[in-house]
């Protein structure tokens, strides 16, 4: 029985989750060196391809007359977009399955980003076996939220409170390294420790291409995070900025080769600065990709509504929540508020008198006035807009929230 979404709007959301899992996994595979899980990028590709197949069938049979085929344009360019997103996913799994090599120095600055990906193996007896995910509110708990679960040979993509967790079920998980140790104590895991960086502080070209691989990794994932909320919100501004962080990827990946090439010459390796291009092209790619999405709003072209409730109503949430005046995230660091543990949100930015701070550090000091961009589970919605001083209220006819002054 074919089990996949029956509408526009459902695929929609799955293929933009699916894709962004695939980066997700492909990081992962990267960071744990495990050719099983790039192979599942590839195997996840073959899915993807199939909604994308069947959107763009959906999409001709929709565009009956000029004006319908305007809007349906615009889902069209989301849909490609969202493929080369997958497509650069499996170009980052490639340096694990056809081992193009990665410097150890990669490793330590991904186990220190704000956002990682994580999997741990569920034993019989732990906290988490034979319990709902609903029951377990790991957003919460750990700050980190499951983003498909293994089970033997088949996996469960979209993962709703109702999926009960087995003994054996590999998790894979995605938010704060803060969460990872108690993440693992609820599955009765193994203790894990991330990779740790050399005792030795001299600055090399090597660890420069490295350091701006990194960033790169961050902004391109902010990139397609701010993109869809300029989709959803129809937002110029947010879509302008994303063209901007497009351009310094560029620049960034111009700097990179430079110290690859730099580093090469001090007679090392070749073959991890080899998987450091490649890494650097997808990341490159991934935002560009956002680029074009944005560039919808960017040109006021008509916007298919479907659109901004499919991406909406995806895994994530995005919300624009202004920090007001005397909340609790009023004068207080990101590091000390851990909203990715409670309510399990990551801010994409911070908009703060006209400018924007993109993936911010865990120093970084709210302010009453600023604004956070956030993604994160549906059930940390509330919980966040309170932190910033205000009260969630749904509208019954239209379903739409509005934020009220607490």
Not at 128 to 146: F, H, K, W
Request: net charge negative.
């Amino acid at each position: 029985m074919d089990d996949r979404p029956r509408n526009l709007r459902a695929m929609l959301a799955e293929s933009k989750d699916t894709s962004e899992l695939m980066v997700d996994l492909a990081y992962a595979a990267v960071y744990f060196g495990d050719p099983d899980m790039a192979e599942e990028v590839g195997e996840l590709e073959d899915k993807l391809t199939e909604l994308v197949r069947d959107m763009r069938g959906v999409c001709v049979l929709a565009a009956r007359s000029p004006k319908e085929s305007e809007a349906m344009s615009s889902v069209l360019q989301v849909v490609s977009a969202i493929e080369r997103i997958g497509n650069d996913a499996v170009d980052v799994a490639r340096v694990v399955t056809h081992k193009l090599g990665i410097p150890a120095q990669l490793l330590v600055d991904l186990a220190m980003a704000q956002e990682v990906s994580h999997r741990v193996l569920v034993s019989e007896g732990s906290h988490m076996a034979n319990r709902p995910v609903s029951a377990m509110e790991l957003p919460v708990a750990t700050g980190m939220r499951i983003m498909a679960i293994r089970r033997h040979r088949d996996w469960i993509i979209d993962v709703d409170g109702d999926v009960v967790i087995t003994p054996g079920d590999a998790l894979f998980l995605r938010g704060s390294p803060d969460g990872i140790t108690r993440l693992r104590e609820l599955a009765a895991a193994p203790p894990w420790a991330a990779a740790q960086p050399a005792e030795d502080t001299v600055v090399t070209d090597l660890d420069r291409a490295v350091d701006v691989l990194v960033e790169m990794k961050n902004l391109s994932e902010a990139a397609v995070g701010l993109a869809y909320s300029a989709l959803v919100l129809g937002d110029a501004t947010l879509a302008s900025e994303v063209h901007h962080l497009e351009d310094r990827l560029d620049e960034m990946k111009d700097r990179l080769e430079l110290w690859v090439l730099r580093a090469a010459a001090d007679n090392l390796d070749p073959s991890p600065l080899r998987g450091l291009l490649h890494l650097a092209e997808a990341a490159e790619d991934i935002g560009d990709q956002a680029q074009q999405m944005v560039r919808l709003v960017e040109d006021k072209d008509d916007v298919h509504p479907v659109l901004g409730l499919a991406l909406g109503e995806s895994d994530d949430v995005v919300m624009e929540v202004p920090v007001a005046k005397g909340s609790t995230c009023d004068g207080v660091t990101l590091s000390d508020l851990r909203l990715g543990i409670e309510p399990g949100f990551g801010v994409l930015a911070i908009r703060r008198g006209g400018a924007y701070l993109y993936r911010p550090r865990g120093h970084v000091r709210l302010h009453a006035g600023d604004e956070l961009i956030a993604s994160g589970p549906d059930e940390g919605r509330a919980m966040l807009a309170e932190l910033c001083g205000w009260r969630l209220v749904e509208d019954e006819d239209t379903g739409e929230y509005e934020l009220l002054p607490a």
